[in-house]
């Protein structure tokens, strides 16, 4: 008897949108038949991510049965690229000024091809079980954590989606921070030195750009001088569900820190924000890296000129000794003048 190694196609898509009615903004997902749920205006794109979360995590799928779906359409949620590539991911993009948004199996290229995207890392959407009560935890194999930077280059690559493209660099550092930091109920308390050695001191205007997108609130409402410690509720962690305050993220925060702090004092927070996504995507123990340039700058919220603006910086405050940009391939070539270390 001949086995059957054909298999269906799992339609691994989910779009929900925002529609804006008398009443307030009112939820639509395709998936679900009787959607049409009022929410509230505040936290209404909180709530839509967590409703796409859901629909993700109960659909689980092993990773080989998971295939491109922007493929599957014929590659037209983005302009023309070199072709699919890559491991397929997880990726969240967002339509109509916000209005409809996508969480979508999709390969590494076509991800990258995406505007207003952002790989959404699977670790975020499972959850290890608990312990049983009473039973002694085993020693044995353990699942293997991300890396820090690879927990950064995550960060920055879902801030790229949730956060406006008009969102300040300063603003960037600030909110990575917070989404390394935060507790189980999506709260954070900054410590005012990480401020400092961000070099934004009290500067009250990044929390105001992250509180206008409505991606957090700041209790006071902005960092006092006095205080030792800035507390926020962010708005915006639907998808963080998983143990987000475990070690691994503060280790990755602290090295975001460290990493920024390479460039020198009198450098702009754009050139710090490019200085860690630099670093997120330059191997542990290495200066020499690569990558596509649109996709970097796309993960600092930059147009590809202040990108490369940011790059000449970097290259006068010696945190790169060299960069080169291919004019064909828009492969961008760097070498840091030296190694960050996971341990610093």
């Known amino acids: ?91 969240l993009a967002r339509d109509r000024g916000g209005r409809m948004w996508r969480l979508a199996d999709a390969c590494t290229a076509c991800a990258m091809a995406t505007s207003q995207a952002a790989v959404v890392p699977d670790t975020l959407l499972s959850s290890a079980p608990p312990a049983p009560l009473g039973r002694a935890r085993r020693r044995g194999r353990r699942f293997k954590k991300p890396d820090q930077q690879t927990r950064v280059r995550e960060m920055l690559s879902y801030l790229a989606a949730a956060l406006p493209s008009d969102v300040g660099a300063a603003a960037r550092l600030i909110a990575l921070q917070c989404i390394l930091r935060i507790n189980d109920s999506a709260q954070v308390s900054l410590p ?41 509720q962010l708005l915006d962690a639907g998808l963080f569900i998983q143990h987000p305050a475990r070690p691994d993220r503060l280790r990755a925060a602290d090295w975001a820190l460290r990493a920024a702090s390479r460039a020198q004092s009198g450098s702009a927070p754009v050139a710090r924000l490019v200085a860690v996504c630099l670093a997120s995507h330059t191997e542990p123990e290495s200066r020499y890296a690569s990558s596509e340039r649109d996709r970097l700058a796309h993960e600092c919220g930059l147009t590809g000129a202040a990108f490369t603006g940011a790059l000449d910086q970097l290259t006068a405050a010696r945190f790169l000794s060299s960069w080169r940009l291919h004019s064909t391939s828009g492969d961008l070539e760097w070498t840091l003048t030296k190694t960050l270390s996971h341990g610093g």
């Open 1 to 91: 008897m001949r086995l059957c190694t054909t298999r269906p196609t799992v339609r691994r898509t989910w779009t929900v949108e925002l529609r804006a009615l008398p009443g307030g903004p009112v939820l639509v997902c395709q998936e679900c038949p009787r959607s049409g749920r009022a929410l509230n205006s505040s936290s209404a794109r909180s709530e839509l991510l967590a409703h796409l979360a859901r629909h993700a995590r109960h659909e689980l799928l092993a990773p080989h049965l998971r295939t491109c779906q922007c493929y599957e359409r014929g590659c037209s949620w983005h302009p023309r690229h070199r072709g699919c590539s890559g491991p397929i991911r997880l990726v």
């Open 192 to 232: 005012t030195g990480v401020l400092r050695s961000l070099r934004l001191g009290s500067d009250s205007a990044p929390w105001r750009e992250l509180e206008q997108s409505r991606w957090l609130h700041a209790d006071p409402p902005l960092p006092p001088r006095a205080s030792a410690v800035v507390t926020a």
